[in-house]
């Protein structure tokens, strides 16, 4: 929760993706149309597959964009400095334009048809895949957003401070709102 409220609204939004996608994990995104056998007669049935029961490299990969997006979001809020190409808004819209082009992906290259002897079964997409879809646009609508606001990356050590308003870690903001005194780290590596 403290992580949360560091959050700048642009940040959030992306955060808000991130998690979009890992839920519409959940929803149906493939269609399974084949035959049973229901006394003695064969009847076509019908079942709805989430992207959790049909996994391959192309969900995982989705899940791994999610994870990735809200570890950069959470070390951002702790302060933690680290400079990525293209800024944070850039790697996350290039992010969700990867997961996009994943789920586009997917959408053409579903399992098609198996047939064992006189059984046949049959693959189609569910609405799911086209909400991951929607969000995954999202995501990159908040990482151009996060682009757009020009939100300063943490300084890495030994860096000057950036010109202007620099956001100092929640865990800072923290101490000082209790009335906590830390010792610069050179006096603490000195007393260490």
């Known amino acids: 929760m403290r992580a949360w409220r560091g959050l700048p609204?642009?940040?959030r939004l992306a955060a808000y993706a991130a998690l979009?996608?890992?839920?519409?994990?959940?929803?149906?995104w493939y269609?399974?149309?084949?035959?049973?056998?229901?006394?003695g007669k064969l009847l076509p049935a019908a079942d709805s597959?989430?992207?959790?029961?049909?996994?391959?490299?192309?969900?995982a990969a989705?899940?791994?964009?999610?994870?990735g997006v809200l570890m950069l979001l959470f070390n951002r809020a702790e302060g933690r400095a680290f400079h990525v190409p293209g800024g944070d808004g850039g790697v996350i819209a290039v992010a969700g334009v990867w997961t996009g082009l994943l789920i586009i992906w997917r959408i053409f290259d579903k399992q098609g048809a198996s047939s064992q002897g006189q059984y046949a079964t049959t693959y189609g997409i569910e609405w799911g895949i086209f909400v991951a879809l929607a969000v995954a646009a999202f995501l990159?609508?908040?990482g151009n957003r996060i682009r757009a606001a020009h939100i300063p990356e943490p300084p890495l050590p030994g860096e000057e401070q950036p010109a202007g308003r620099v956001r100092e870690p929640v865990r800072v903001r923290d101490q000082r709102a209790r009335g906590e005194q830390r010792a610069p780290v050179e006096q603490r590596a000195r007393v260490e």
């Open 62 to 67: 989705v899940l791994l964009v999610a994870g």
């Open 20 to 28: 979009g996608l890992f839920l519409t994990m959940f929803l149906p």
């Open 49 to 59: 597959q989430t992207a959790w029961a049909a996994f391959s490299w192309v969900e």
């Open 140 to 142: 990159v609508y908040a």
């Open 31 to 39: 269609q399974r149309n084949f035959f049973t056998v229901i006394g």
């Open 9 to 11: 609204p642009e940040q």
